[in-house]
């Protein structure tokens, strides 16, 4: 993960390291706007994007920001055209190969979100194995959404509760907040404080709907791949502007 020299490369001094987000997540949008304006094919937004993101989890471990969380691949984006998909699989899993030595060595943990069986066996494998290895580190938990949809999330997840209930190990008034989080592919992380969608958008498309019953949300103009630490600064300021009242006056 080795990124330019910055000058943003510790906090910058106008935040507080208290009011920090724990989670960050982040819809990675305007890859194929930003390729189309350079008179590019969209599959080299993708690409431009794919450094973005490495020097987002870099810049979330430098600035003490424990979890990020990236989405990827969304269950409804098979509806493209298949050679985008297909060049989406594959530089998917050559990234992970190329990335999963210094994950191991920054001490990042990896971990894989949505419908994975679904994907292709080449990719399932390297993702098997970049979770395998990294599963005990703790710098940064770095998840990556990859074919979620969080309608199907909370549908596998009432599945998984009904045969349980079916097969009378929980009873139907056992079935808590708690009890439905353990269920949903997110189990065990807590919920995002922060979103960051990029490319002007204002839509969740899919992307942690119960999760994000309380999270900010923060809306950058820039097109993904021209997402930086000056944007990420922005995005966390505009946050620690916010009152978090959670229902509460
Ligand atoms: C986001 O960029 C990347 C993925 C959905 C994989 P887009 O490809 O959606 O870019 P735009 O929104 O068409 O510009
Ligand atoms: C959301 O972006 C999915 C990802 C970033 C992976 P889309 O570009 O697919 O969302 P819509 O179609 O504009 O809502
Ligand atoms: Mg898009």
Not at 2 to 31: C, F, S
Not at 55 to 81: M, Q, V
Not at 198 to 220: D, K, P, V
């Amino acid at each position: 993960m080795k990124t330019q020299p910055t000058d943003l490369q510790y906090l910058p001094l106008d935040l507080k390291r208290e009011l920090l987000p724990h989670h960050v997540a982040v819809i990675m949008d305007g890859n194929g706007r930003w390729a189309k304006r350079q008179g590019l094919p969209r599959i080299m937004g993708h690409k431009a994007g794919v450094n973005v993101l490495k020097d987002l989890l870099h810049c979330c471990k430098d600035w003490g920001i424990k979890a990020l969380t990236a989405y990827a691949f969304s269950t409804e984006n098979w509806k493209r055209p298949e050679e985008e998909v297909e060049f989406l699989m594959t530089l998917f899993q050559r990234v992970l190969r190329q990335e999963l030595r210094e994950m191991v060595e920054e001490n990042v943990q990896i971990q894989f979100v949505g419908n994975l069986s679904a994907l292709p066996q080449a990719l399932q494998t390297e993702i098997s194995r970049s979770m395998a290895q990294t599963q005990d580190n703790r710098s940064i938990r770095f998840t990556i959404a990859t074919n979620y949809g969080s309608r199907q999330e909370i549908l596998q997840a009432c599945r998984a509760i009904a045969q349980k209930v079916q097969e009378g190990l929980l009873k139907p008034d056992d079935i808590s907040e708690e009890i439905f989080e353990a269920h949903l592919y997110t189990a065990g992380v807590a919920d995002p404080d922060l979103l960051i969608r990029t490319s002007g958008e204002m839509r969740l498309s899919n992307f942690l709907l119960w999760q994000m019953a309380y999270g900010e949300i923060y809306i950058s103009d820039a097109l993904w791949p021209d997402f930086n630490r000056s944007e990420f600064h922005r995005a966390l300021s505009a946050y620690q502007q916010r009152e978090r009242r959670f229902g509460k006056v």
